[in-house]
Structure formats: structure tokens, C-alpha cells
């Protein structure tokens, strides 16, 4: 539970000793280990609603009877409700695993339980929050969340505070919306002043006006503090003498009381005058401004009306989202309009470059609507210098040049809280120790100094449904001065009811929006707290995370191994590469957390290394390769084996990580930078990278190398598929299909025939395929065949003829879709017939499929591993090689052992062979190598679901093949 301030500010979060365990409070947990508080929430919350519906008006009428109830039609509808949602959940298990410590892709992860329950509960009662009359309680949510968001952001929210503008903040769908909306916002503030005076000047030629002419005149003498470019310094000019572009490069927060300061300049005189009355011209005044503004005339007339011959610019960095020059077709100026600034070589935005672009502006009278700081880019995980941007804005201010300085917090906002104390006396916790300690990583020194001056921005887009961990969609923004917002209302009679209504839709570019995402945020906030204590600490060991996969990315790689793995962030300044490597290899690699924050080395190099918000960028090159095409074929080979397509069957993704890409233009000498280091030529080619976005708190540092060694593994597959070409390959049967059975399943088991004459054949992999249904009875036969001739079934790839657009290797036949059919038709050969006769197979599943490691400093396990798969007709056995020379041993097993579920056996398992050495066994006093499974029966032992140790027996059917594997000819 939190505690807010009493002006309904950002609550921050309860003080433990051991601040992390109060995490496992917050979320389901991947197992869903807290499946039993959620459902006690869930059930308590849908027992109120019932509650709320049979209170309202008691004596009303049951309309849905149990003679209803009992009718056909009725349990017919029913019946084919459950089925068909009972479908949907079963289709949602193939949804990408946002919850597991595998899932390292996307800025997203699980969502906080209050956030979840409090979405869920708000949604019963489905509210509109375009209207306050449609969300009387939502749209109170949604204003508290506006509220807590612009208090952690550092805004001012407190009416009494005179020396800051009050500030508002609301919920959009997302951060594109709320990009969008800042630029919209900043675009018609920019041109208020000028329909201020064409306004006063339409007063003149009206006698009925509520205005006469020499109150008109008044105002158009109104003194405003302009630069002069004669003078070259600011001085008091009357409003109608001022230019064009003076106007446009008025201070917004004065722009945004500007109509209401000229009403009241008019008539400061004017003792007699009733407050009732002045709020009265000051109304009517408004609506001839929003008559003589963009919003009624569009930009086209507005800017011919004024003779503005320049179309308005605004900046973003190079690496800006994609909502910014969406933003700019939008608003009708076009993407055009945007100027991207360049990157230094850190990724960030070149403050040197903007200084460019704004003198360029300056010098040619173009006026600049704003300036777009990136807290968190996407790919690259910078956070923009804001401090530095602002600073250089008051610079230019002072000749003339004015505009909005926008902060895209859309990834990175939430990060402001972990700069925000909890105060307080610490809560005891259990007298359990410090188990599954896992430390708070603070920002580094540069991203401590943004965010203490994020509050200078104008806007801050801010999402919610990112690191704030809601769910989607939560989007939002931010205004430091609540008045910004004003020039994009569009307050209609049907969703506004009045100056007191406080309806939330007649501002932003959304109408109708779900109450439950205000309801939702606002639990996770008041529940969490937004600071170092609830989400900062999230968000802090989150950052260890992030900084723990940097040291893994940076030494996954072997010094043997055929390929390089390149972060983006250049390893902290005082260390070389390989001093890097060295220490992490020492300090890091495979420790456990709390001993690696006792080492202070280790700690100093965690704080200053890596990604500036949690997001890991990194580069897989092939030792040697020049070419970048070949690279970022690979990064398509990785991303494809490690993301959930549709048709992807989840469960056989281990590992999730997002691809990219860095644009050679925008990303200039910082990507020629990085290229070099990644052993590729410093040319205009855009590169694929990789990214992983580090969302779980819970990551152990152990479990992060383990994830490496599969990512290593992986990447091995992949330099296959990209570089191997066109051979043949043998495969065996491993698990016989059923024919004498009446059911539709014919499927069937293969092993690969792994050979070490070239990297073509340095594979292992297991897959179950199935027959077309004409080739069946040819197959029936051969099985047949051989079995009587005592040979083993062996099938041989034939490769398709004619072009080839993707190379029939091992990867592309046993993973590529339609490779069955068309003209990527392989065809099966029948090796042990006469005929060589051919078959058509479709591969239906591929339990195993994984390139030897011929790394030196791979060595034999302690005991003999096994993979053990199938399914509920067959169990198969097969020996996991690793150093060379080894063996391939393949064997049926009598059935599935005891307590290995159907489901595990589906998925495959690797088992260790009790009391049989890992190392190969040879003939005494010989160099022949025999099979380690001298008996039929024996005690295995594996890991179960959750991660427990199951001990148990297997019993050997028969072996389907025994061969020694010996390492290649050099």
C-alpha cells in the first residue's frame, strides 16, 4: 500500500528492509505463483458488481427467468458461448509469452495484478470517459492519474502555488496519440497571438460588437516584449505594430493567457465593470479568436491570411518514433516539416546539429513550432541531453526565436521515479534472509541529470502501458502549463456541459475511450507508489537486469567461436574490450547478484556501463564477414527463430528477442562507429540489429549466462541457415508410424544422421513428420521391406530443381513453411530401395534441431545426457553429443518414464543417465567406441515442471542406431 500527499500528487511507495520481496506483491509471477490472490481479487470485485446490479432499483423485475434458462435456444447459445471462447483460449496460448524471464523482445512484459484487476473491475461497468456524464467515477480516475503523472514528473499541481503554471496531465489509447496531440497543441499555440490581433482587427469594422473601437484601439496598443532585429534586442512594441514573426515567437506560457491579458489590459481602468461582465467579454472575445485561429480556418487560409510564406518546422532526433512524421501529415504540414537532427556517437541527439538547424531557422525567419527531446529512444535506449536543449532554447529566445520543447517520456517516463525518495521509518520484514536478493541498479550520473530536468519540457508523453507495466491502452501526456491545451479543445454541447463539467474528451484527438484504463493505472499507482520505493524500484532492478545482459552480450561470444556479438554502448570509459571482458569473465559471469554487489569493482562498472534505459541493442556478426547484407540476414535468422509468428507454435521458442534496425542516414558516424567495432566496412548500408528490452525484475544473474549459452546455440543454428548450401541429408526412423490403426494420425518420428565431414552435417535434430496420404502405402512398404531385410529406414533430402530462392538447407527444409509442396517441393528417397523411390513428408513438429559445438572449450557433462520425446504412442531416446568424438545412439523406450507428463514429453527433455560416465566408452585397449547403455533398464534423472528434480526409470526397447561421430579432418 502507498501513501499520497494531500494534494492528490503522486503517492509514493511503502519503505521495507528488503525492499525487493514487496515486487512479488505486485505481479501474477511467471508460474502464476500469485494465481490464488488474484482470483480471491477478481472473485470479491464481480461479487460486488452482481451486487451493484441487483441493488439498483430492487423492486424492478428479473428479466432473464429461469424459464428462459431452461429453454432450448437459450442453453443452445450458451453452450456454443463456452465452446467457442474455450476455442479463443486455446488459440491464446500460441500469444507471444510476455510474462516469462525467456521473453526478452518488446517494451513490454506483465502487468502489475492492480493494474490487471483494476482494468478488469472498471470494465464491468464499461465506461466512456468522453464524457463525464458517460464516467462520472472514471473520468475522476483519469483526472487523479493526470494529477500523479505531472507531480512525479516534477509539474506543478498545487492551485495556491502563483510562481508555476498548473499543470494537467490525461490518458491517451498510447504515446503515438499523445506525440501527436503535443505537436497539435504546440502547432495552434504557436499562432494564437496572431489571431489575438486579427480578432481585435475584425472588432474594428463592427459596430454592434461587444467591444467599441476605442477599446479595440486599446488593446491594439497593448505592449508586448518583442526582439527587434534592427536593434538586435528585445524591447515593449504595441501589439499592432508588432511583426509576424515576433508574434509567432511569443513565450508560451504568456500565449497562453494572452486573450484573457487583453481583455483585462482594456478595462484595468474601468472601476464600474462587474467581474460577472468581464468574464463575459473575455468569453465572447475567445470565441472571435477561435474564429479568426487555425482550428477554424486551417492552415492553408490562416497562414495566406497572414502572409506567412515559410511552412512551419519542428525537430525530433534522427532516431525519432514513428508518430512524429505521421504527426506531421496529420496536422498538415506535412512529414516534410520535421528536421532530424543527427546522433553523436552515443545515439543521442546532437545538440551541436540543433544549434545549426535553429540558426538556419533564425536566419531565414522560418518559424519552429518545437523541439522534441527523446527520453528512452526505442532502439537505441538514449535519453536526449533535455537539459543542455532547454538552456539552448533560452539562448535563442533572447534573439528571437521561440517554440515548445516537447519530451517524448513515452518509453522512459516512468524512470523519473526512481530519482523520487520514499519517506519514512523502514517496515520490518520477515526473519527470512536475504534469498533471491536482487539489488536496485541506480541511473547513470548523465540520465540522474535529464530526468532531474525533465519538468522543463513543455509536454512530456508518458506511457503508462510501457514502464509503467498497465495494460493496453495507456497512453499519456502531460502539459506544464495546463492552458496549452486549451487552443485544441473542441468543446461540444454533447460531451460538455460547462466550465465546472469535468469532462477529460473535449481535449486530445480520441473521443470515446475506456474508462478502465484510468481505473486500472490508477490502482497500480496508489497501490505501487510512483517512487524509488514502488515503481522506482521496479524500475531499479530492472536496470540491474539491463546492465547484467550488457556484461553477457559483451562475452557470449567464445574465443573460438565463429562469431562476434557487439553491443551498441561502447564499454565504460578507463576499460579496454578485452580489460571489459576480463573482469566481467572474473566478477560477473554466472555469480550470484548479492556477491557480485559486494565486489566494488563490479558494482562502479554495472553503474556506468550499458544502455541508458534497459533496452540492450547488440549486433551478431560471422567472424570475418565484410559484407553487412550477410550480417543482417542473420538478424533475420535470429529474429525468426526467436520470435511467435502467426502459425508459430510458442513452445518451441525458448528465447524472445526483438530485431531492429539502424538507419545509415539517420544514424550517421555513431552506426560507422559501431560497424567498425562489429568488423564491418563504414559504409552507407542500414543495419539490422538485435534488442532486448530488460521489463523483469526478477531476472537472476545466473539465469541471464544460462539464457546466453542458449542464445550462443541459437545463434550457431542460424549462422547455418544463412551460410550453409545445398546437400543432402539422411535421417533415420526413430518412432515407426501406426498403420494398422483406424485413426487419422500417421505421423512419425526421424532422427537426423549426424556427420562431421562438413558443417552442412554437424547437426542434431529430431522431428516428426507425416506422409501425404498417396505416398502412405509406398512407405508401408519400404518400412516393411527393411524391417524384414534387417536395414535400418533411412530417408535422403532431394533437393527441389529448377531456381532456387531460398537455399534448401537443413534449416529452411525442417523450419520454412510449404516446403512440402510447390516449387520448394523436397522430395524423401527411399536409401535402403532398389528404386530409390521418393516420398513427399511434411514436417509436423521439430522437437530438437541444434549445430554441434565445436568450440575447444566445450568438455564432456559429469554423467551421460539423453533427450527424451515423442508422444503418447511412442518415447524415443537420443543422446545429446557434445565434444567430439563422440557418438549419435538413438532408442526406443518401453514408454513414457513416470512422472514425465504427455506435455513435457511433447516438448522434449534432456535427462541425465545415472551412474553413466558423460565421457564416451571405449573398448579396453582400443580405440573403438561402445555404447554407454550396457543394460535395459536404468535411473534417470531430470527437471520437472517448476524447475524440480525428478528421479526415475526407463526401459530400453531396442536401439535404432549406434555410430561413432569423430571430429573433422582440419
Same mark, same amino acid.
Given at each position: ?237 504595441? &501589439?499592432? $505594430? +508588432?511583426?509576424?514573426? @515576433?508574434?509567432?515567437? /511569443?513565450?508560451?506560457?504568456? =500565449?497562453?493567457?494572452?486573450? !484573457? ?96 538547424? &535553429?540558426? $538556419? +531557422?533564425?536566419?531565414? @525567419?522560418?518559424?519552429? /513550432?518545437?523541439?522534441?527531446? =527523446?527520453?528512452?529512444?526505442? !532502439? ?96 499519456? &501526456? ?493
Amino acid at each position: 500500500m502507498s501513501s499520497a500527499n494531500d494534494s492528490g500528487g503522486a503517492p509514493v511507495g511503502d519503505r521495507y528492509k528488503e525492499q525487493y520481496k514487496a515486487l512479488s506483491g505486485w505481479f501474477l509471477g511467471p508460474r502464476a505463483e500469485n494465481s490464488d490472490v488474484f482470483m480471491d481479487i477478481f472473485k470479491d470485485m464481480f461479487e460486488e458488481h452482481i451486487r451493484l446490479r441487483n441493488d439498483y432499483f430492487p423492486s424492478d423485475p428479473m428479466y432473464i427467468t429461469e424459464e428462459i434458462k431452461s429453454s432450448w435456444p437459450y442453453q443452445k447459445e450458451v453452450k456454443d458461448m463456452k465452446a467457442k471462447l474455450s476455442k479463443m483460449q486455446k488459440e491464446m496460448t500460441n500469444s507471444v509469452p510476455f510474462f516469462s524471464p525467456r521473453y526478452q523482445g518488446h517494451m513490454l512484459w506483465d502487468v502489475t495484478m492492480p493494474s490487471l484487476l483494476g482494468f478488469m473491475g472498471a470494465m464491468f461497468s464499461n465506461q466512456n470517459n468522453v464524457d463525464s456524464a458517460a464516467s462520472p467515477v472514471t473520468t475522476n480516475f483519469e483526472q487523479q492519474v493526470g494529477r500523479q503523472l505531472c507531480d512525479m514528473l516534477g509539474y506543478n499541481i498545487d492551485k495556491n502555488n502563483a510562481k508555476e503554471p498548473l499543470a494537467w496531465g490525461h490518458i491517451a489509447c498510447g504515446g503515438s496519440i499523445a506525440n501527436i496531440e503535443a505537436l497539435w497543441a504546440s502547432r495552434n499555440i504557436k499562432f494564437v497571438p496572431l489571431a489575438v490581433r486579427a480578432a481585435l482587427n475584425s472588432l474594428l469594422n463592427k459596430d454592434d460588437a461587444f467591444l467599441d473601437r476605442e477599446q479595440v484601439s486599446r488593446a491594439l496598443d497593448y505592449s508586448l516584449e518583442v526582439y527587434n532585429t534592427s536593434s538586435k534586442k528585445i524591447e515593449n512594441t504595441a &501589439l499592432k $505594430d +508588432c511583426t509576424s514573426w @515576433q508574434l509567432l515567437n /511569443l513565450d508560451i506560457d504568456f =500565449v497562453c493567457d494572452f486573450p !484573457e491579458t487583453v481583455i483585462e489590459f482594456v478595462f484595468k481602468n474601468d472601476k464600474d465593470i462587474s467581474l460577472d461582465d468581464l468574464d463575459k467579454h473575455m468569453s465572447d472575445f475567445k470565441v472571435v479568436v477561435e474564429n479568426e485561429g487555425i482550428m477554424s480556418l486551417g492552415l492553408f487560409r490562416f497562414m495566406e491570411k497572414h502572409d506567412l510564406t515559410h511552412t512551419p518546422i519542428y525537430t525530433a532526433p534522427a532516431n525519432n518514433h514513428y508518430s512524429w512524421p505521421k504527426a506531421g501529415t496529420l496536422l498538415g504540414i506535412g512529414s516534410g516539416a520535421l528536421k532530424a537532427i543527427q546522433l553523436d556517437t552515443q545515439f543521442r541527439q546532437d545538440v551541436s546539429h540543433l544549434r545549426e538547424v &535553429l540558426q $538556419d +531557422c533564425l536566419d531565414k @525567419q522560418v518559424p519552429v /513550432l518545437s523541439v522534441t527531446a =527523446v527520453m528512452g529512444s526505442t !532502439e537505441e535506449s538514449a535519453v536526449d541531453p533535455i537539459k543542455e536543449m532547454y538552456f539552448l532554447r533560452e539562448e535563442f529566445k533572447e534573439k528571437g526565436l521561440n517554440y515548445a520543447l516537447l519530451a517524448d517520456g513515452a518509453w522512459g517516463g516512468y524512470f523519473k521515479t526512481m530519482l523520487r525518495d520514499s519517506p519514512g521509518t523502514d517496515i520490518p520484514s520477515s526473519k527470512n534472509g536475504g534469498d533471491g536478493f536482487v539489488p536496485y541498479c541506480e541511473l547513470s550520473e548523465y540520465v540522474t541529470e535529464q530526468y532531474n530536468h525533465i519538468q522543463l519540457a513543455d509536454t512530456i508523453t508518458i506511457d503508462p502501458h510501457k514502464s509503467g507495466f498497465c495494460p493496453y491502452p495507456g497512453g499519456g &501526456l502531460c502539459y506544464r502549463n495546463g492552458k496549452m491545451r486549451y487552443p485544441i479543445a473542441l468543446f461540444h454541447p454533447e460531451v460538455f456541459h460547462g466550465e465546472d463539467d469535468p469532462t477529460m474528451g473535449v481535449y486530445g484527438i480520441e473521443g470515446s475511450k475506456p474508462g478502465a484504463g484510468p481505473a486500472g493505472i490508477l490502482m497500480s499507482h496508489n497501490i505501487i507508489g510512483l517512487s524509488n520505493r514502488g515503481y522506482g524500484r521496479i524500475l531499479g532492478q530492472c536496470t540491474t537486469t539491463a546492465k547484467l545482459f550488457y556484461t553477457m552480450w559483451l562475452t557470449v561470444a567464445r574465443d573460438d567461436d565463429p562469431f562476434l556479438c557487439v553491443p551498441l554502448q561502447e564499454v565504460p570509459t578507463g576499460y579496454t574490450l578485452e580489460s571489459a571482458k576480463a573482469m566481467i569473465k572474473q566478477k560477473i559471469a554466472y555469480k550470484p547478484i548479492a556477491e557480485i554487489f559486494q565486489d566494488e569493482t563490479a558494482k562502479d562498472f554495472l553503474k556506468k556501463c550499458g544502455p541508458d534505459t534497459m533496452i540492450n541493442t547488440f549486433v551478431v556478426n560471422i567472424r570475418g564477414e565484410k559484407d553487412p547484407k550477410v550480417t543482417n540476414k542473420l538478424q533475420v535468422a535470429l529474429s525468426d527463430a526467436m520470435n511467435v509468428f502467426v502459425g508459430t507454435d510458442a513452445s518451441r521458442v525458448p528465447l524472445l528477442i526483438m530485431q531492429s534496425g539502424l538507419d545509415a542516414k539517420k544514424h550517421g558516424k555513431g552506426l560507422k562507429e559501431f560497424k567498425k567495432r562489429a568488423g564491418l566496412p563504414e559504409d552507407d548500408e542500414d543495419l539490422n540489429v538485435m534488442a532486448n528490452c530488460c521489463m523483469n525484475p526478477w531476472q537472476w544473474n545466473e539465469s541471464i549466462f544460462l539464457i546466453g549459452d542458449l542464445f550462443r546455440l541459437m545463434v550457431l543454428n542460424c549462422i547455418g541457415r544463412v551460410k550453409d548450401v545445398d546437400v543432402s541429408h539422411r535421417f533415420i526412423l526413430s518412432g515407426p508410424p501406426n498403420f494398422d490403426c483406424n485413426c487419422n494420425d500417421k505421423s512419425f518420428f526421424l532422427e537426423y544422421m549426424t556427420c562431421s565431414d562438413r558443417l552442412e552435417h554437424q547437426y542434431q535434430a529430431s522431428i516428426k513428420v507425416v506422409a501425404d496420404p498417396a505416398d502412405n502405402a509406398k512407405l508401408k512398404h519400404y518400412i516393411e521391406s527393411c524391417i524384414k531385410e534387417n536395414m535400418p529406414v533411412l530417408f535422403e533430402t532431394v533437393s527441389p530443381e529448377g531456381n532456387k530462392d531460398i537455399v534448401p538447407n537443413l534449416y529452411n527444409i525442417l523450419h520454412l513453411k510449404d516446403w512440402d509442396q510447390g516449387k520448394y517441393r523436397v522430395g524423401w528417397k527411399f536409401v535402403n530401395d532398389a528404386n530409390h523411390a521418393q516420398i513427399r513428408l511434411k514436417v509436423l513438429d521439430v522437437p530438437r534441431y541444434q549445430r554441434l559445438d565445436m568450440s575447444s572449450s566445450v568438455s564432456y557433462p559429469m554423467k551421460q545426457k539423453y533427450f527424451i520425446y515423442g508422444d503418447g504412442d511412442r518415447t524415443i531416446m537420443s543422446h545429446v553429443m557434445s565434444k567430439l568424438p563422440d557418438f549419435q545412439n538413438t532408442v526406443r523406450l518401453s514408454g513414457r518414464p513416470h512422472l514425465m507428463t504427455e506435455r513435457m514429453l511433447k516438448q522434449g527433455v534432456v535427462a541425465e543417465i545415472e551412474g553413466v560416465e558423460g565421457a564416451p566408452l571405449f573398448k579396453a585397449d582400443s580405440k573403438e567406441m561402445l555404447t554407454p547403455l550396457q543394460r535395459s533398464c536404468y535411473e534417470i534423472s531430470f527437471k520437472g515442471e517448476l524447475y524440480s528434480t525428478i528421479n526415475t526409470t526407463i526401459n530400453i526397447e531396442d536401439t535404432v542406431i549406434f555410430d561413432t561421430i569423430v571430429p573433422p579432418i582440419a
